[in-house]
């Protein structure tokens, strides 16, 4: 076999790995997108489950066996690569499929919307994690930066090849402005779902530490910005060559255990509670209908929420039927093309 096969077969069996294990990704009494009583996913639920792997599965078996007899890509045909991309399609719509048939049952058992609402007497901290100092850290490693080049620049090659030497560090604080403006809108515009207790202290740290991963990837990206343009000036084209890796590895290791935690502790961290102590509530908040194409998007003209819960998967998605959603939206993707086209 090649190695696009090979390849072929990873995506195939990545791709099985990751819907096989989707219905962990939620709440205790959330199952493929619905809330549902806790009895029934200890029960019932566990059998429209092992139905939904199974055709899962089934459908990633039959990719696989179609991949061992598909001609290998030639360099002058695209006949074989779209093959390839065809098997993995096919394999995505059967795993839609299943989840949205799973779906569709999980509804017949959903728990009727309650119209009672509860607040907490105690305001939430919507804070972000370590400090003003803290978050401010990514402009002040590109202002460092951007003062180093500033002091070496008539060392600095320029020319319509080279492009403007500041323009990079620009581009990397307008890519940190919205990553903050990320975390900060999901710090004070998220939904709060428990009003107290220990149900509230784990909601809680399940916010922050989410609100903590765009802060991370502004720090990731500050440095990787800055240690491009420093390379970028003759006396210190050496210095940093290969080192940056070293600070930009323990970023990617605290995202990569970041995820495994919230993995197991589940979305807003209720999964690593006793069932006694969040017996009071009910789902994510968030009514069930509000939730379309099987609980991908949610749309809800009446919730002020920004942020809200993903049913599925980890972290947390828009409300899209917020129109302050849509501004943030437009934001984060003019302004970078916008800025793009300026600075470059």
Same mark, same amino acid.
């Given at each position: 076999m090649t190695s696009t096969v090979w390849a072929l077969m990873l995506m195939v069996t990545v791709n099985a790995l990751l819907f096989h294990f989707m219905p962990r990704f939620s709440r205790p009494d959330i199952l493929f997108a619905v809330t549902v009583p806790e009895a029934f996913v200890a029960g019932a639920g566990r059998t429209l489950v092992s139905r939904y792997r199974a055709m899962v599965w089934i459908g990633a078996a039959a990719a696989l066996a179609i991949s061992l007899f598909l001609p290998a890509p030639q360099?002058?045909?695209?006949?074989?690569?779209?093959?390839?991309?065809?098997?993995?399609?096919?394999?995505? $719509?059967?795993? +839609?499929?299943?989840?949205? /048939?799973?779906?569709? !049952?999980?509804?017949?058992?959903?728990?009727?919307?309650?119209?009672?609402?509860?607040?907490?007497?105690?305001?939430?901290?919507?804070s972000l994690p370590?400090?003003? +100092?803290?978050?401010?850290?990514?402009?002040?490693? /590109? +202002?460092?930066?951007?003062? /180093? /080049?500033?002091?070496?620049?008539?060392d600095v090659a320029r020319g319509p090849d080279t492009g403007n030497p500041f323009g990079l560090l620009a581009f990397g604080a307008v890519f940190v402005a919205i990553m903050l403006t990320m975390a900060v809108t999901m710090a004070r515009q998220s939904r709060q779902i428990a009003a107290d207790g220990p149900a509230a202290a784990a909601e809680q740290r399940f916010r922050r530490v989410n609100v903590l991963i765009p802060v991370l990837v502004g720090y990731a990206a500050a440095i990787s910005m800055s240690a491009t343009t420093i390379e970028s000036i003759p006396a210190f084209a050496d210095t940093l060559s290969g080192r940056a890796g070293f600070v930009l590895l323990p970023l990617m290791l605290l995202n990569f255990g970041v995820t495994f935690w919230m993995f197991r502790v589940g979305q807003g961290g209720q999964r690593a509670l006793a069932p006694a102590a969040r017996q009071e509530v009910h789902g994510d908040a968030t009514p069930d209908r509000a939730w !379309? $194409?099987?609980?991908?998007?949610?749309?809800?003209?009446?919730d002020p929420a920004i942020w809200v819960e993903k049913r599925f998967g980890i972290g947390y998605t828009l409300n899209f039927g917020n129109w302050r959603a849509w501004v943030l939206i437009i934001v984060m993707m003019l302004v970078p093309m916008v800025a793009s086209r300026l600075l470059f």
């Open positions: 360099p002058d045909s695209g006949r074989g690569a779209m093959l390839m991309m065809g098997v993995v399609a096919a394999n995505m $719509v059967v795993a +839609l499929t299943a989840w949205l /048939l799973a779906h569709r !049952k999980a509804r017949a058992h959903a728990v009727p919307p309650s119209d009672v609402r509860v607040a907490s007497l105690v305001a939430r901290d919507t370590g400090g003003a +100092l803290f978050v401010a850290g990514p402009f002040a490693i /590109l +202002l460092a930066t951007a003062l /180093l /080049l500033y002091t070496y620049r008539d !379309k $194409v099987g609980g991908l998007w949610y749309y809800n003209p009446r």
